[in-house]
């Protein structure tokens, strides 16, 4: 017969006298479970841990009876023991340090590169985590050795061991980071006053925490203490973390620098800058919550290990975001000092090991609050954990091939211009450069490539089917295309202008919907800018014929009239003087394709004849060439006393003698001013 169960829920304030009488109903191997009542307060866990504190110097005291097995050995003369046992460890690490200290140690350089540096630092850091286990192990080879089993020293050395060794590699991750008394192994970009300012106010933190952790673990591990120590390990932890924040507080400047060079603005522009500054007070916010949680757990359960998760979470907190400044900074370093070939090589590296941090940070946290992300047959909604890990180092690993690609159109990309569309120099546009142009569309290109791939595979991490997404977004894109299919003419309109060079960035096409300078390709259309500021944005498929103003080079062609009386050889060479003259001025060096030159008289205005002049130069050039050489002109035909003619007013007239009179006395005013110049 299989098993059964009945399941009775009663509720109200009769709820715990109607199981009492349903105990003398129910067969005898019947499981009676009474409803829980509200959840205690932190009054009611408090009341319990401070009547149980009353013991504590009880329990201390007859813990210390038996241990010294009744001997009256006295208080000092243990500690003195067990003091010296440490001493001399101390003394044998330091001394077998001083020995292979040549194998590790390095001297480098104070100016020397980051990777010296680093190795610098690695070595030395190898060299201390050997003096840590040498000094371990010596402490108890030297308690066993010598202090007799019964002692009480011997139980003493444990504990004064593990606060030494927590100050010890306390001070060598902060001297390995900030690098206090030897700068040229310093990774980080502290200066010496910051590096000095960190390092000398972690000293009373350490002891601080070494002493409170040191006397936690005797009155755990050694007095045995129970329930009467919760009170004194809650007030030791307000300690500690009140002294954690004064310490946040005291190095809150060198660390915002830091900070700010890493993420933000080094000068402290911009909104996120400013946030920088105010990291103390969001950690003060994590050990308050942190304090907060470790101070329920002792007191609701001591054993549930909730003390000790939020404690490690806290640690996490604190340290994932200097790792990624780190990573910032000394990547920005090794990137500037690095060859161009190797940049993006290094951009991508540097943000696949931030991005690893990220995802072990993220699975440290789930560790601390023992829930496996590994686990393939959890339940609930733990099951989604192994595909979102494995999704996010997909997500990783897609963000740091993006910035390699990135980078490396960074590296190729051509300096002609900017191609951010900044106004190009020249009133008539620059000539543009292909490659300018066709980055950024290679740009989005990537960006979309990558974007799609990453996308793709972190969905299928998830275990999502990525088969029906694909053949929906085809229907879709058909449904689309049929629906926008102006937007579908131009995107393809705009594909086969580039594909063909039509324009490029900077240079001056003129269409029929407008004319101006390219500042900036986009997908659908392009946008130009007037020479007088107006900006017009055209669609591609609107775009039609186009003329290019800044294409290899350009034709200035202008005249000038010269009276009947002149001799048009002499005026044609002096146009030529003129054009040598301007190739030849520094300002305009390298500007003249084909020089200024007089194509002779080529037409007549009255009796006037008109005289050609044409130069050839670069796009963008002609109007400053042209404003100088209508200088140059003026000044060489004055100089060589070649009039240009000015307008003349004939005054009509009845009567013939005062109509001629009048002609001849405005051609007079007006020519005067010629003479006079």
């Not at 140690?105 to 680093?118: K, L, M, P």
């Not at 579908?488 to 594909?495: N, T």
């Not at 010269?562 to 500007?591: F, S, T």
């Amino acid at each position: 017969m299989a098993d059964t169960r009945i399941e009775i829920i009663v509720s109200g304030e009769q709820a715990e006298e109607v199981a009492r009488q349903l105990a003398g109903v129910v067969p005898a191997d019947a499981e009676i479970v009474a409803p829980a009542g509200e959840a205690p307060g932190l009054a009611d866990l408090l009341a319990p841990a401070i009547a149980a504190s009353a013991e504590l110097p009880a329990k201390f005291s007859d813990w210390y009876r038996d241990a010294l097995g009744g001997a009256d050995a006295g208080v000092l003369l243990p500690l003195v023991l067990a003091a010296l046992v440490l001493v001399v460890a101390y003394a044998i690490d330091f001394g077998a340090s001083r020995l292979v200290r040549g194998v590790f140690v390095r001297d480098v350089d104070a100016e020397a590169v980051w990777t010296e540096r680093v190795r610098g630092a690695f070595g030395w850091t190898v060299l201390q985590a050997l003096r840590v286990v040498i000094f371990y192990a010596a402490s108890h080879a030297l308690a066993v050795a010598l202090l007799p089993p019964e002692r009480l020293a011997v139980a003493l050395v444990p504990v004064l061991l593990e606060g030494a060794l927590r100050f010890r590699i306390v001070l060598v991750v902060l001297e390995m980071l900030a690098a206090s008394r030897a700068p040229n192994r310093r990774p980080s970009g502290l200066t010496n006053s910051e590096a000095n300012v960190i390092f000398r106010g972690a000293l009373p933190l350490v002891v601080t925490l070494g002493v409170l952790a040191s006397l936690r673990a005797f009155n755990d591990t050694v007095v045995g203490a129970g329930d009467s120590a919760i009170l004194f390990a809650i007030a030791s932890r307000g300690i500690e973390f009140a002294a954690g924040f004064a310490y946040f507080v005291f190095i809150r400047r060198p660390i915002t620098r830091l900070l700010r060079l890493a993420f933000a603005s080094p000068d402290g522009d911009g909104a996120l800058s400013g946030m920088m500054g105010y990291w103390p007070v969001l950690y003060g916010l994590l050990l308050v919550l942190t304090f907060l949680t470790d101070t329920m757990g002792r007191l609701a359960d001591p054993s549930a290990g909730s003390a000790v998760s939020a404690s490690y979470s806290f640690q996490i907190f604190i340290l994932t975001p200097f790792l990624l400044a780190g990573l910032g900074i000394w990547g920005r370093e090794v990137r500037d000092g690095a060859e161009d070939e190797r940049k993006g090589i290094l951009t991508g590296l540097f943000a696949l090991l931030e991005g690893a941090v990220i995802v072990l940070a993220a699975v440290l946290l789930l560790f601390a609050w023992n829930i496996d992300p590994f686990a393939q047959e959890a339940t609930g909604a733990a099951r989604i954990l192994p595909g979102l890990v494995s999704a996010s180092l997909t997500i990783v690993v897609g963000i740091a091939v993006w910035r390699t690609v990135s980078a490396f159109l960074d590296v190729y990309a051509p300096a002609s211009g900017d191609a951010d569309g900044d106004i190009p120099d020249g009133e008539g546009g620059r000539a543009g450069n292909r490659l300018e142009t066709l980055f950024p569309v290679f740009r989005i290109a990537a960006g979309i490539l990558v974007g799609l791939l990453t996308v793709m595979l972190a969905l299928t991490s998830l275990g999502v089917q990525i088969a029906p997404l694909l053949a929906g977004a085809g229907i879709l894109g058909l449904a689309f295309g049929f629906g926008a299919q102006t937007l579908v003419k131009d995107v393809i309109a705009g594909m086969f202008y580039l594909y063909e060079d039509a324009f490029r960035l900077g240079e001056f096409i003129e269409s029929a919907e407008g004319k101006g300078a390219v500042e900036k390709i986009m997908l659908r259309s392009v946008r130009l800018r007037h020479p007088r500021g107006p900006v017009t944005t055209i669609p591609f498929g609107s775009l039609g014929t186009i003329k290019n103003h800044s294409r290899d080079w350009v034709t200035v062609k202008f005249s000038f009239e010269v009276g009947p009386g002149e001799d048009l050889e002499r005026v044609r060479k002096l146009v030529k003087k003129v054009g040598l003259a301007l190739a030849e001025n520094p300002e305009l060096e390298g500007k003249f394709i084909e020089p200024l030159k007089s194509q002779g008289a080529i037409g007549m205005v009255g009796e006037n004849f008109q005289i050609g002049v044409k130069f050839t130069c670069p796009p963008g050039e002609q109007f400053a060439i042209r404003r100088r050489a209508f200088i140059a002109i003026q000044k060489g035909l004055r100089d060589n006393g070649v009039q240009i003619p000015t307008p003349r007013v004939v005054v009509d007239s009845r009567e013939p003698e005062a109509a001629a009179g009048a002609v001849a006395a405005t051609s007079g005013a007006l020519s005067e001013p010629q003479k006079s110049a």
